[in-house]
């Protein structure tokens, strides 16, 4: 695949972030994103789970600024996603599942996750359904999580299939 395609497929994965569909990603869609998946479970933002889920976003959208936002207006346009974020991360998609760790495990957390660290195939597609993923799709996406087939869902799992869908065009 030449660099022109995997800019385009890579570009599309944008909008993922984007969750107020204003055209580049800051503070607030981290935020935004972490209010839905509280909203999904029912869990007070004021509470420990809610409170971690809030600064693992936080932390996540630090170290995408600090990937992606070139110019440091703490904005990171579609342009400088592709360009920053993505092509500093195409050898190395562990780096950005470092980025996400602290979000996806208080996100799990606040899915009900066991003392392993697992959920349920279905929590895991409430979770990605609450992140603007349709139903159909995050359903899919859980069970292919999946992969042991026992019907739980470990940051083991998810990490590094986040990281591959966000700097791997396939």
Not at 16 to 30: K, S
């Amino acid at each position: 695949m030449d660099n022109s395609e995997y800019e385009r497929r890579i570009a599309a994965r944008f909008a993922t972030f984007d969750q107020d569909r204003n055209g580049y990603i800051d503070r607030e869609d981290f935020s935004r994103a972490a209010k839905a998946v509280l909203a999904a479970f029912g869990t007070a933002a004021r509470s420990a789970r809610g409170q971690a889920l809030y600064s693992g976003a936080e932390a996540f959208w630090q170290g995408m600024a600090g990937i992606a936002d070139r110019d440091g207006d703490q904005r990171i346009t579609r342009e400088e996603f592709v360009t920053g974020a993505v092509k500093r991360l195409r050898d190395n998609p562990e780096r950005f599942g470092e980025i996400a760790r602290p979000f996806l495990h208080a996100a799990l957390a606040v899915a009900g996750a066991d003392s392993d660290g697992g959920v349920t195939v279905g929590d895991v597609t409430r979770l990605l359904a609450a992140l603007d993923l349709p139903d159909h799709v995050a359903a899919e996406v859980a069970t292919a999580l999946d992969t042991d087939r026992d019907g739980r869902v470990g940051e083991a799992d998810i990490v590094p299939a986040f990281a591959r869908y966000f700097t791997v065009p396939e």
